[in-house]
Nanobody, 115 residues
Framework: QVQLVESGGGSVQAGGSLRLSCVST????????MGWYRQAPGKQRELVAM???????NYGDSVKGRFTISGDSAKGTVDLQMNKLKPEDTGVYYC?????????WGQGTQVTVSS
């Protein structure tokens, strides 16, 4: 069984920074990409950032230039450094591993940015 263990998050004022971490534990699986999605109240879940197994990042348009994803997705560990946070970044952030036989999701960690 695979579990995604998330840490970090919390509350910060606009312009501040936070860092999220995610580690895949349990059964060893092949990971081609790993990263983060987020969901704000009343909105659909959206891409924040993904990191391929060869280290290529992919960012959602709203976070480009402010967020940086790093780590080793092939080994099941990624970090997300979030700078210049805005109130619209508020939401639940979910660690994610897409798989053809069924995606894996973390339990989610809350990020709240106040103006």
């Amino acid at each position: 069984q695979v579990q995604l263990v998330e840490s970090g998050g919390g509350s910060v004022q606009a312009g501040g920074s936070l860092r999220l971490s995610c580690v895949s534990t349990g059964t060893m699986i092949r990971i081609n990409a790993m990263g983060w999605y987020r969901q704000a109240p009343g909105k659909q879940r959206e891409l924040v950032a993904m990191l391929s197994s060869i280290g290529t990042p992919n960012y959602g348009d709203s976070v480009k230039g402010r967020f940086t994803i790093s780590g080793d997705s092939a080994k099941g560990t990624v970090d997300l450094q979030m700078n210049k946070l805005k109130p619209e970044d508020t939401g639940v952030y979910y660690c994610h591993i897409p798989r053809p036989d069924g995606d894996y999701w973390g339990q989610g960690t809350q990020v709240t940015v106040s103006s």
